[in-house]
C-alpha cells in the first residue's frame, strides 16, 4: 500500500468523480484507475461503486476513508516532525548552569532560541561544575554553562563565553570596605570564606593560585557550595572572598567589592558540549549561543586525539 494511492483515493472520495480527480493530482485517468484498483486488491474489497453516471464510496469505503483520513494526518505529522528534527528545530534540550552570569544568561538565550524553535523543550538545570562534566561525559546533559577551568577534557569541546575580573568582597564594616582597589597582598592575617573545592575545584584552585603568587596563605574559616552562600557568610562577617565581579552585582548582602590591582587571571564561563555524537538541536542552540554571545568560536582545548 503507497502513500500516493491513500491521497488518490482520499481525494476520490471528495470529489467523487475520477476524472476531476486526476486533473486535481496531475495524473491520466487510466493511471488513477489503476491506483485505485491496487489499493483495492491489497485491502481485499471494493472502495469504489462506479457506473457511467457516477461514483460513490461502497460501505466499505466509507469506513475505510474515515481512518485513512487520520493515518495519513499523523504520517503527515511524522514527516514534519522528522524534518524539523533533522533541521535543529524539533527535541528536548538539557542545559546546565552555573549561579551568577549562568543564571543570568542561560533563560534569556533559550527564550530567543524557543521564540525562533517554539517546538524545542527545554529542561533547564542548575548544577554545580563537576557535575556538570561528570553529566556531560554520561550524556545525561546535552550542554553546560560551567566555570573555568576544568582540565583536559578531551571528548568534550570547551569555549569561553564569558569573562570578568575577580573582587575582593568584604563586610559593609571591614576596614577595606571605604577602599575602591586593593592589593592581594594587604589581605595578609584575613580569614577566607571559599568556594567548597568538590563542586568547581578549577575556580577554588585558580583562587588560591592567586593567594599564592601574593604569597598569601589563607586561613579558610568556612566553605559554601554556591557563590551566594559565600556572600552570605561574609557577610556575617565571618571571613572575606575572592569571588567573580558579576556574583555581587546583584546581591542585596550588606558587603562591599572592590577592584584587586595587579595583573591577574579573568574568572570564564564556558559553554561546553560533547565533540562525539550531539543531536541537530543540540548543535543548531550551540551556534545560536555562540552567536548571541559574541564568541570567537575557537575552541579552548582542541581534539588531541
Known amino acids: 500500500m503507497e502513500l500516493r494511492q491513500i491521497r488518490s483515493f482520499l481525494s476520490i472520495a471528495e470529489t467523487l468523480h475520477f476524472g476531476r480527480t486526476a486533473e486535481l493530482i496531475h495524473i491520466s485517468q487510466p493511471a488513477l484507475s489503476l491506483q485505485i484498483r491496487a489499493l ?29 483520513v487520520a493515518a495519513l494526518s499523523q504520517l503527515e ?12 528545530k524539533l527535541g528536548l534540550l538539557r ?40 553529566m556531560l561525559q554520561t550524556g545525561s546533559l546535552d550542554i553546560g554553562f560551567l566555570r573555568l577551568p576544568i582540565g583536559e577534557q578531551s571528548a568534550l569541546e570547551v569555549l569561553t563565553v564569558h569573562r570578568e575580573p575577580f573582587v575582593l568582597v568584604v563586610p559593609s564594616s571591614h576596614k577595606l570596605a571605604k577602599r575602591k582597589r586593593v592589593r592581594l597582598g594587604e589581605l595578609s592575617g584575613e580569614n577566607f570564606v571559599m568556594n567548597e573545592r568538590s563542586y568547581a575545584p578549577g575556580l577554588h584552585d585558580l583562587i588560591f593560585g592567586m593567594l599564592r603568587d601574593a604569597r598569601i596563605v589563607p586561613n579558610v574559616s568556612e566553605t559554601a557550595s554556591d557563590l551566594s552562600t559565600v556572600i552570605s557568610l561574609v557577610d556575617a ?24 590591582v595587579g595583573d591577574l587571571p579573568m574568572c570564564e564561563i564556558a559553554l ?23 564568541h570567537s568560536r575557537t575552541a ?3 581534539d588531541r586525539s
Open 77 to 88: 505529522q511524522a514527516i514534519r516532525k522528522a524534518r524539523l528534527a533533522a533541521n535543529g
Open 237 to 260: 562577617r565571618m571571613g572575606v572572598a575572592i569571588l567573580p565581579a558579576s556574583a555581587v552585582k546583584h546581591s542585596v548582602a550588606s558587603v562591599v567589592a572592590c577592584d584587586i
Open 272 to 294: 561546553v558540549c560533547d565533540k562525539r555524537v550531539r543531536a541537530p538541536v543540540v548543535d543548531k542552540f550551540r551556534s545560536f549561543a555562540l552567536k548571541s554571545l559574541g
Open 300 to 302: 579552548l582545548y582542541a
Open 40 to 68: 483495492e486488491e491489497e485491502v481485499g474489497v471494493r472502495l469504489f461503486e462506479r457506473n457511467r453516471r457516477k461514483t460513490t464510496l461502497t460501505a466499505a469505503g466509507e469506513a475505510f476513508r474515515d481512518d485513512a
Open 95 to 134: 542545559i546546565g548552569f552555573i549561579s551568577g552570569v549562568g543564571a543570568q544568561i542561560v533563560p534569556n538565550i533559550a527564550r530567543q532560541f524557543k521564540d525562533l524553535n517554539p517546538e524545542v523543550e527545554f529542561s533547564l538545570l542548575g548544577i554545580h561544575t563537576a557535575h556538570q562534566i561528570q
